[in-house]
């Protein structure tokens, strides 16, 4: 990782899409044509890549498929570093295939905070979504000069979510008493085992308000053309109706998008992987997961209870 360095070493990998489909093309012509055809399919091979060079035109490609925490953000971060220090704004476009349901609003916010670093810069960019980009996926989404949808793909769910259970009547049940003890008013307004408050739900109620009304003005500035107040229920919708909706400017699968680049295009794929330790290498690393265990749970189990106020609220579709 180039500004963000973790324990986990990664590395970027870098294809030539054109060049790829090429070989393929080649390889099958070699085993389907004559002599005479596959002459011409080398021709017109050699045509289009003259073609691509004398237009000088690039597309970037990378996907990001999200999870709750949006942790791919910590490789998309690093991919966008890369596209702006090396490609030519206003020149060269960048388009994303995502694919997510959202999660946690820190976490979706500064993947969509990655993405406008593009727009700012001035590129075009193109989101392609397959499958589902919904209430943080579509925060997402909605950073692209044109999103492309499948037909029946998922978008929209602008909302956030909260759900937790209270264990507090078991407690009582059990004669266990659980104190939590804060300084300042709302430092906690719910908690999982003690005994909610009325005034506590009331302000834990109006912070979802105050984050969705964040959403709703987010999806505003970059989507004008959208009416948010009638899609901004939580509600989800397939592409066929959002485009009529406006959610979507184009059905389009990402292959067959991608496929219309490459004629005069030169796309590049961009890919990050994690890179193998000589541990794993060796096949050792079951043998480090089991001797660490102990310490990782603990860990987890502190930072789950520190961060658990920040998890309550998800832009999520709980559907998915």
């Known amino acids: 990782m180039l500004f963000h360095p973790t324990k986990q070493p990664s590395e970027l990998r870098i294809r030539h899409l054109n060049a790829r489909l090429d070989a393929q093309q080649q390889a099958m012509s070699a085993a389907i044509y004559d002599r005479f055809e596959l002459l011409q399919s ?6 289009a890549a003259k073609l691509r060079k004398k237009n ?12 709750v925490q949006a942790s791919a953000v910590d490789t998309l971060r690093e991919e966008i570093t890369l596209i702006l220090s090396m490609a030519r704004a206003g020149k060269d476009q960048v388009v994303v295939r995502l694919e997510s349901p959202g999660g946690l609003v820190h976490g979706y916010g500064l993947a969509a905070a990655q993405l406008a670093r593009l727009r700012e810069a001035g590129f075009k960019l193109t989101i392609c979504v397959d499958k589902v980009a919904a209430s943080g996926g579509y925060m997402m989404a909605c950073l692209a000069d044109k999103i492309m949808a499948a037909p029946f793909a998922v978008v929209g ?29 709302y430092k906690r307004t719910v908690t999982v085992f003690g005994e909610n408050s009325e005034e506590g739900k009331e302000k834990f109620e109006s912070e ?6 964040l959403f709703k003005h987010f999806v505003e500035k970059y989507r004008p053309q959208l009416d948010v107040s009638k899609v901004a229920t939580g509600e989800h919708w397939y592409g066929e109706d959002a485009i009529s909706l406006k959610l979507v400017d184009q ?7 991608i496929m219309s ?20 290498k060796l ?3 079951a043998a480090q997961m089991s001797a660490s265990v102990v310490p990782a749970v603990i860990q987890a189990a502190q930072q789950s209870v520190m961060k658990f106020k920040h998890e309550q609220v998800q832009l999520r579709d709980p559907n998915y």
Do not use: C, M, W
Request: overall charge negative; glycine content about 8%; cysteine-free.
């Open 283 to 285: 096949g050792l690393a």
């Open 208 to 213: 979802l308000q105050q984050t969705h009304a």
């Open 42 to 47: 080398l021709n017109r091979l050699r045509k």
């Open 251 to 257: 059905l389009q699968t990402s292959d067959g998008y």
């Open 56 to 67: 000088g035109e690039r597309v970037f490609l990378l996907d990001f498929k999200g999870d």
């Open 261 to 280: 680049l490459l004629p005069t295009h030169d796309v590049y794929l961009i890919e990050s992987r994690h890179k193998p330790t000589l541990a794993e």
């Open 157 to 185: 769910s602008i909302g956030v979510v909260a759900q937790l259970p209270n264990f507090n009547k078991l407690l009582k049940q059990h004669n266990i008493d659980f104190d939590v003890y804060t300084a300042g008013e």
